[in-house]
């Protein structure tokens, strides 16, 4: 059984790690749209599973006769219940940044796991984030350290982001990108018999 890590963030792979000793990358190539008809947890969860899919294909071609279990995840931050990914520019990234400080904001992360014979299951985690006020300097300031730039909301909650975070409440490995716990979770309800021999504990 290989296990594939279907992304190509370094958080969600150092995150992993803590699940199994070894795992193979690939990264799917979709468009990472929302679909306006679903709610946008369920949405979220979609973007996942269109990630699983299109890794499986490429899966498909290059491990010959070999069973597979596929890992996706796709994290979006949500302000007044609306999206925010991840900054197309500097300036996006400082409208973010100006609309989160001093407010709460939930981050929703949506994960498949999906076989090589077809099991699928699909989930998500919720967890709610409070950023201290944050002055039109101390935005200027992070977004030139370039870490807002490919993360969605703009700020990284593991790197220099984590100077503004006043508090948190949930999974704070869903925030990175991937909620270890819940993921596990499903993994040992449903792939046991699978992973057992592969799983670090």
């Given at each position: 059984?290989?296990?594939?890590?279907?992304?190509?963030?370094?958080?969600?792979?150092?995150?992993?790690?803590?699940?199994?000793?070894?795992?193979?990358?690939?990264?799917?190539?979709?468009?990472?749209?929302?679909?306006?008809?679903?709610?946008?947890?369920?949405?979220?969860?979609?973007?996942?599973?269109?990630?699983?899919?299109?890794?499986?294909?490429?899966?498909?071609?290059?491990?010959?006769n070999e069973k597979f279990l596929i890992i996706a995840a796709d994290t979006m931050v949500v302000l007044d219940d609306t999206p925010l990914g991840k900054p197309a520019s500097p300036d996006d990234a400082q409208k973010m940044l100006h609309a989160l400080q001093g407010r709460s904001h939930e981050v929703i992360t949506g994960y498949c796991i999906l076989s090589s014979d077809e099991r699928c299951y699909v989930g998500?985690?919720?967890?709610?984030?409070?950023?201290?006020?944050?002055?039109?300097?101390?935005?200027?300031?992070?977004?030139?350290?370039?870490?807002?730039?490919?993360?969605?909301?703009?700020?990284?909650?593991?790197?220099?982001?984590?100077?503004?975070?006043?508090?948190?409440?949930?999974?704070?490995?869903?925030?990175?990108?991937?909620?270890?716990?819940?993921?596990?979770?499903?993994?040992?309800?449903?792939?046991?018999?699978?992973?057992?021999?592969?799983?670090?504990?």
């Amino acid at each position: 059984m290989k296990i594939i890590l279907a992304s190509g963030s370094p958080r969600r792979h150092e995150l992993l790690k803590n699940i199994f000793d070894e795992f193979i990358i690939i990264i799917p190539e979709i468009e990472e749209s929302l679909d306006s008809h679903l709610t946008l947890e369920k949405a979220i969860e979609h973007i996942s599973l269109q990630k699983a899919l299109a890794t499986a294909e490429k899966a498909r071609r290059c491990i010959h006769n070999e069973k597979f279990l596929i890992i996706a995840a796709d994290t979006m931050v949500v302000l007044d219940d609306t999206p925010l990914g991840k900054p197309a520019s500097p300036d996006d990234a400082q409208k973010m940044l100006h609309a989160l400080q001093g407010r709460s904001h939930e981050v929703i992360t949506g994960y498949c796991i999906l076989s090589s014979d077809e099991r699928c299951y699909v989930g998500s985690e919720s967890s709610l984030v409070s950023f201290s006020s944050m002055s039109d300097e101390e935005i200027a300031g992070y977004i030139k350290t370039k870490e807002p730039m490919d993360k969605a909301g703009a700020y990284g909650i593991q790197g220099y982001g984590s100077q503004f975070v006043k508090s948190i409440r949930g999974d704070f490995f869903n925030i990175m990108g991937l909620p270890i716990n819940k993921l596990r979770e499903t993994l040992i309800q449903n792939f046991y018999d699978d992973i057992k021999g592969m799983l670090i504990i």
